[in-house]
């Protein structure tokens, strides 16, 4: 059975930091390319950054040069490094696959506000 499970999130100001975690289980880790998503109230869940199994990243506009996506394959976690955190950064946070062939987790509430 294949489960993720995000934490890390929290409530920070404006310009504040975070680090999500994403527990993966039930899949050959190392061999997936994963990403991390977001889902703003009243908006679709949306890409925002992905690594490939040799480590390579891509950032979505909204988080480029703020967000670093690193995995740890030796204990089959996923991570993101939120920098300079803006209030339209507030979303629940998602990791999965690129693909997303599997079911969500419950993601973690990221909320930036002053």
């Known amino acids: 059975q294949v489960q993720f499970v995000e934490s890390g999130g929290g409530s920070v100001q404006p310009g504040g930091s975070l680090r999500l975690s994403c527990a993966a289980s039930?899949?050959?880790?190392?061999?997936?390319?994963l990403a991390w998503y977001r889902q703003a109230p009243g908006e679709q869940r949306k890409l925002i950054a992905h690594i490939l199994t040799g480590g390579d990243t891509v950032y979505q506009d909204p988080v480029k040069a703020r967000f670093t996506i690193f995995r740890d394959n030796a204990k089959n976690m996923l991570y993101l490094d939120m920098a300079s955190l803006k209030p339209a950064d507030t979303a629940v946070y998602y990791c999965?696959?690129?693909?997303?062939?599997?079911?969500w987790g419950q993601g973690t509430q990221v909320t930036v506000s002053s």
């Open positions: 999965n696959t690129l693909d997303r062939r599997f079911d």
């Open positions: 039930g899949i050959r880790f190392s061999f997936e390319a």
